[in-house]
Nanobody, 128 residues
């Protein structure tokens, strides 16, 4: 079993930066995909970023590409999402997700159904 806990959300102004963290309890996730998703009120949960193994290439949604970065700390079994130049449309609950299945290219890492473990989420609110 994997336990995920997010932190770092809050109320910020447009243009600010924020770093979200996700601590994992249980087995090491170094060889497995981890990701961030978000869900705004009245909208479906959407993919934000993923890193399919430590040292792998990161992937980002177009809406955050160029102003976000996903990091993994294998010593702490944790991952982070740095978000810069925040916009009001970034307002959402942010979730970290993981799976203990080795990534294969045929897998759709942008789909929430790909991940087996989820945190409770952390609220990010960006004021204009």
């Amino acid at each position: 079993q994997v336990r995920l806990e997010e932190s770092g959300g809050g109320l910020v102004q447009a243009g600010d930066s924020l770093r979200l963290s996700c601590a994992a309890g249980g087995p090491s996730l170094a060889d497995y995909p981890v990701a961030w998703f978000r869900q705004a009120p009245g909208k479906e949960r959407e993919f934000v970023a993923a890193l399919n193994w430590v040292g792998g290439r990161p992937y980002y949604a177009e809406s955050v590409s160029g102003r976000s970065a996903i990091f993994r700390d294998i010593h702490k079994n944790a991952q982070s999402l740095q978000m810069n130049s925040l916009k009001p449309e970034d307002t959402a609950v942010y979730y970290c997700a993981a799976t203990l299945r080795i990534y294969r290219r045929s897998e759709n890492y942008t789909s929430s159904s790909y991940y087996d473990y989820w945190g409770q989420g952390t609220q990010v609110t960006v004021s204009s």
